[in-house]
């Protein structure tokens, strides 16, 4: 399984990514802005999403439609 980001790039356990779009987060009264960093991605068993914390918001489910390689 092969996960890649918007741009095509592979991702893989530990890599850090960049937010492309503003983002809302569901149970959060923040959201999450273009240019946020997410550090220590872990991949999940779903190609399409990876797992990530931000200095606010911890336990993030993310879609790798919304992410690039840093």
Do not use: H
Not at 24 to 36: N, Y
Not at 46 to 69: A, P, Q, S
């Amino acid at each position: 399984m092969a996960v890649r980001d918007s741009n095509g790039n592979e991702l893989k356990d530990g890599d850090t990514v960049v937010v492309i779009k503003d983002l809302k987060v569901k149970g959060s009264s923040s959201g999450l802005k273009r240019g946020t960093v997410v550090k220590n991605i872990r991949l999940t068993g779903n190609e399409d999403e990876i797992e990530g914390r931000t200095d606010k918001i911890k336990g993030l489910v993310l879609r790798t439609e919304f992410l690039k390689k840093a």
